[in-house]
């Protein structure tokens, strides 16, 4: 809990010297939190600012689910918020990776991919390693500048560069005039607030379906230190380990047709386990090929042949090992239905469901539960999302 404070600091005989340290402090603390109210007016109201955040939000977002990245630039104490910036994004599931100008001119413009995003943090808007770096970034990439800026034709990052997106991220005055002295301060604030902002609309805009929030991909994605403890104790949940059934591809046989959406289920209680009845579609001459095909481009391994029937990597591994197996043919061994899988709570334990296992395991309480076993893992009374047995107790 944070103490209440007095409304006027309180009648002492202080030390002057103390006081003029204390009345410094006041003065930066004061004068950055007018330049990010300044920050806020500006966005709630300039069609420039508002217009480029947006226009960021998307390009963002696009690259993220292209399976592309963003490239995050600048140098000095740009590119410490930048790298800031980074591990923000990171750990809201946002894939981002820093890259410094001149390093980039000496090979790391190697990371740079067709899909990317590339954002540069710089105040002045005309840094010259930004600028010598500007005419070796692929033209069709989208392009952020943040900086102080306030219109695409002051700065030369924007001005010449078709199709850029201007950030604006001014502040009310100098830093010479605040205190006396340039060095980055404010400038460094209201951009550090402002590449906050964009991380968090970028992860709202992307992370939007029950279970898998901001905060749920935060949680799993941070499950140490103090915020680990504070999120979750320490405590990894089935819910974080398992593929989600809306991320495994599907495959289709050569007269296979496209599958019908799933009714919304009527259950609204965690503790009803059973399955919803998804309308069954009988897989159409899927072959063994066409699962291992299809299992090279899924993230996970896993496939779907129906919204009840699922190929899991772990048998697809087994095909591949045996040399007298008839890739060619169909085999339903492969595939497992909803109605087969062992069904658990999302928010239970890893730990725990591994004890049970293994305590089921010996008293053979369940022949489900053995080698090459799948796991329906729930959330609100439906079946969100899978797990290989082989592979949590690994």
């Known amino acids: 809990m944070i103490p209440t404070l007095p409304a006027?600091?309180?009648?002492?005989?202080?030390?002057?010297?103390?006081?003029?340290?204390?009345?410094?402090?006041?003065?930066?603390?004061?004068?950055?939190?007018?330049?990010?109210?300044?920050?806020?007016?500006?966005?709630?109201?300039?069609?420039?600012?508002?217009?480029?955040?947006?226009?960021?939000?998307e390009a963002i977002t696009t690259a993220n689910l292209n399976e592309g990245k963003t490239i995050i630039i600048g140098v000095g104490k740009s590119g410490k918020i930048g790298k800031k910036l980074v591990a923000t994004m990171n750990s809201l599931g946002l894939s981002a990776s820093f890259m410094h100008p001149i390093e980039a001119l000496h090979g790391d413009l190697g990371m740079v991919k067709s899909k990317d995003v590339l954002l540069l943090i710089t105040f002045s808007g005309n840094t010259p390693e930004l600028l010598s770096l500007l005419p070796h970034l692929p033209n069709h990439l989208p392009l952020i500048a943040l900086t102080s800026h306030t219109s695409y034709h002051t700065s030369e990052l924007t001005r010449g560069r078709a199709g850029a997106i201007l950030l604006p991220a001014p502040i009310p005055e100098p830093e010479t005039e605040s205190f006396g002295v340039s060095a980055p301060t404010t400038s460094t604030t209201v951009a550090l607030a402002l590449g906050d902002a964009l991380a968090i609309a970028c992860a709202r805009q992307i992370y939007n379906r029950d279970g898998n929030m901001p905060a749920d991909v935060f949680k799993r994605n941070h499950p140490g230190g103090a915020i680990g403890l504070g999120t979750g104790k320490g405590v990894v949940r089935i819910l974080d380990l398992a593929i989600r059934l809306d991320e495994i591809p599907t495959v289709y046989g050569s007269e296979s047709r496209a599958l019908d959406s799933p009714p919304i289920s009527s259950s609204s209680s965690e503790s009803d386990l059973n399955a919803i009845e998804w309308k069954y579609v009988a897989p159409s001459n899927v072959r063994v090929v066409d699962c291992l095909i299809a299992a090279v481009d899924s993230k996970s391994g896993w496939v779907k042949v129906s919204w009840d029937d699922f190929v899991p990597p772990g048998r697809l591994r087994r095909v591949r090992g045996n040399i007298h197996a008839n890739i060619y043919g169909q085999d339903m061994a492969l595939v497992v239905n909803t109605s087969e899988m062992v069904q658990v709570f999302g928010e239970a334990s890893v730990d725990d469901i591994r004890k049970w296992i293994i305590a089921s395991r010996d008293d053979r309480q369940d022949p489900r539960l053995q080698e090459g076993a799948v796991l329906g893992v729930v959330v609100g009374g439906e079946v969100m999302g899978v797990v290989e047995i082989n592979e949590l107790m690994k």
């Open 8 to 57: 006027t600091p309180p009648a002492t005989e202080a030390d002057p010297e103390v006081e003029r340290i204390l009345a410094t402090a006041v003065h930066v603390l004061s004068t950055e939190a007018t330049a990010l109210s300044y920050l806020s007016r500006l966005y709630a109201t300039d069609p420039t600012a508002r217009g480029g955040f947006v226009r960021a939000v």
